[in-house]
């Protein structure tokens, strides 16, 4: 949100102290950037929901591929990898929903819910800079009087004016008041409001990943027969396409 204040001739009589000017910009300064941020990690949360999801949805896709593959009809040992292998990838995937379910209830919705308050914060201190200006306005008109002659019809409409001044300075006094005392409760509140949604997400991505740690060990169980190490399996692979790079139909001419 982003606070502009209305251009008009300023009144002799300063009307506001500059520590209290000064207070109240520093305030809404606190909050327009806790808006920013509020708005910026709703969007960051949501975006690393959508590619968590993406991610074991493909992940569940490529086991199934695997699993179609025609070779599974002729190995065995590769049918019974690539099944262990698409159960721990749809284990995966279900884990990973309940995880993006909670996230979504415990940090997104109450992210979403608490940027939903700005709207109307911002509406009080538009209505207390117009209250402001109407204030400036009705000063200087009193101060015009004030100046002039003291005739009959002057000290009229002089009495006119400080009447009409007087319901204005206490709307703009009583708006300024509330805004000064409530923003800084706003805006402290955030720790007491937040800190639940955060240690909600630690909770949640705890259990996905204890789960997560269970569903790989069992699956490196039951498909690590071998027992080869990485370094073993890289020069296996390479041994393997060397003997394939050997057939006549893949050599160079």
């Known amino acids: 949100m982003s606070w502009i204040p209305f251009k008009i001739g300023q009144p002799k009589k300063q009307i506001v102290s500059k520590t209290v ?4 910009e520093r305030e809404y300064d ?15 949360m949501k ?20 699993l179609s593959n025609p070779l ?13 292998l698409d159960t721990s990838m749809k ?6 929903q309940e995880k993006v379910n909670q996230i979504q209830k415990t940090v997104i919705d109450p992210l979403k819910k608490y940027s939903g308050v700005f709207p109307s914060l911002n ?3 538009k209505r207390r800079e117009q209250a402001l200006q109407d204030y400036k306005r009705l000063q200087s008109k009193v101060e015009k009087y004030e100046e002039k002659e003291k005739t009959g019809p002057v000290m009229v409409k002089l009495h006119q004016a400080r009447e009409e001044l007087r319901p204005v300075r206490e709307d703009f006094e009583a708006k300024n008041k509330q805004l000064l005392d409530e923003m800084p409760k706003f805006y402290h509140s955030r720790i007491d409001y937040f800190q639940p949604s955060f240690e909600a997400l630690i909770r949640a991505q705890v259990v996905y990943f204890t789960e997560m740690y269970k569903i790989f060990s069992e699956l ?16 296996e ?4 396409l060397s003997e394939l790079r050997a057939l006549s139909i893949v050599a160079d001419d």
């Open 47 to 66: 975006k690393s929901t959508e590619a968590d999801l993406a991610m074991s949805k493909a992940a569940v896709k490529i086991s199934a591929d695997l």
């Open 220 to 235: 490196t169980d039951q498909i690590d027969q071998a027992g080869l190490t990485d370094e073993q399996r890289e020069r």
């Open 123 to 125: 509406m009080a201190v």
């Open 30 to 44: 606190k909050l327009q950037k806790l808006e920013d941020q509020t708005k910026k990690l709703h969007k960051d």
């Open 91 to 96: 284990r995966m995937d279900s884990f990973n």
């Open 72 to 84: 599974c009809e002729q190995d065995q040992a590769f049918l019974e990898s690539m099944t262990a």
């Open 237 to 240: 692979t390479e041994a393997k």
């Open 21 to 24: 000017e000064r207070d109240f």
